[in-house]
């Protein structure tokens, strides 16, 4: 039987590269990328010494990068992973004041790369494919300065809402992983100690339990999914 076959975005370091770990010590295939050439690099030789690994530095922004994602993983894919991100300025500006380019820049990493990327994906993926969406409290509340990245990922879950409605034999799943000890993170806390928050590894048995047991599509807290699943 074939390796099961992922693509994730944004793996070289956070949650991404945490799921990847864990899908690659199970034997997945994975197709990942990152901007920093570097860090994609040494997250691929770690990674390549548990599974096939293809690594491709580049921007989801950019469509053509997204096309190459799509064909160096091959088909069938099983898995879609969109945790590619950018918060956008730090310290976050209130909406009055959020440069009109920024947020252009940010909707796109963050809504319309994910979307690019499915209709991408969707000749080639595999019956009963999933596609995960790492999303945020922050697109269901509404927080003083987190207007641009909340919006965006408001923009994600709707998207992945609209997928799951129009193509009901694959699982879309948006996921809010609850805060993390990352560097999105602690952009969006300069200055402050962001050592209480859990490292992105625990957040990822939610998202093998999605995996595992693939309830209907939606959103869904990571603390949740083991109710969900259940």
Known sequence: ?????????GASRGLGL?????????GWQLTIDARGTREL????????????VVALPGDVADAGHLA???????????LVVNNASVLGPSP??????????????????????????????LPH?????????????????????????????????HVSATLAAEHPGLRVYAVDPGDM????HQEAFPGEDISD?????ASVPGLLALLRDRPPSGRYKVPQVAEVTA
């Open 125 to 157: 993926l595999a019956p009963g494919a999933i596609s995960i969406n790492i999303s945020s409290d922050a697109a269901v509340e509404a927080y003083p300065g987190w207007g641009g990245y909340g919006a965006s990922k408001a923009a994600l879950d």
């Open 197 to 201: 928050r859990p490292l992105p590894e």
């Open 181 to 184: 000890r990352t560097r999105l």
């Open 92 to 121: 976050q500006p209130a909406l009055a004041g959020y440069p009109a380019g920024v947020l252009e820049h940010v909707l796109r990493v963050n809504a319309i790369a994910p979307l690019t990327l499915a209709q991408l994906a």
């Open 1 to 9: 039987m074939p390796s099961p076959n992922a693509i994730i975005t």
């Open 68 to 78: 190459e994602l799509v064909a160096a993983a091959g088909a069938p894919i099983d």
């Open 18 to 26: 945490a799921l990847a770990r864990a899908l690659a010590a199970d």
């Open 41 to 52: 690099e040494r997250a691929a030789r770690e990674l390549g010494r548990l599974s096939e």
